[in-house]
């Protein structure tokens, strides 16, 4: 099957198997930012963009996205770097293996979610798992970086 979709806002083309994932298309289409952590839906290390809603690939069909707009964190680098930044301010980087996806979740929840309370944010995350942190610095660093400016968004 042929299929068409935006990616990083280019228009491409793919043929798939009816059974392929979106994140074994990613990957053959060259976006390693996108992880696969457990196949199971419960890392959240393969979160893309699907027209601008956080999804997780690796439980995705890959013909769902025929006619679709898809981001990884190949396409959002502007982003995904100033956010970086937050997360090294508060030590919350360790080994990074994660934060492609919880880095595209963040950005998904600051459109999606106005001021956000800390328990809005951790049950926006819940599914973004991290082996190597507390996760307090990087809950420190998402409200520094939603609260950038003076202005939560």
Do not use: H
Not at 96 to 109: D, E, H, K, R, Y
Not at 133 to 140: C, H, I, L
């Amino acid at each position: 099957m042929e299929i068409e979709f935006t990616l990083n806002g280019k228009v491409t083309y793919a043929e798939i198997k009816d059974d392929t994932s979106l994140y074994d298309l990613l990957r053959a289409k060259g976006c390693y930012s996108v992880k696969c952590g457990c196949e199971t839906e419960n890392c959240g290390l393969c979160t893309v963009l699907v027209d601008g809603k956080s999804v997780l690939s690796c439980s995705m069909l890959a013909a769902r996205v025929d006619d679709r707009d898809v981001v990884t964190l190949e396409g959002v680098q502007k982003e995904a770097e100033e956010f970086g930044m937050y997360l090294a301010g508060e030590g919350a980087e360790q080994c990074g293996f994660c934060s492609p996806g919880l880095i595209m979740n963040v950005l998904a929840m600051e459109k999606e979610l106005i001021q956000p309370e800390e328990d809005a944010i951790r049950e926006y995350l819940a599914g973004n798992l991290c082996r190597c942190s507390g996760y307090m610095g990087q809950m420190r660093a998402i409200r520094k970086y939603l609260a950038r400016g003076g202005e939560a968004r």
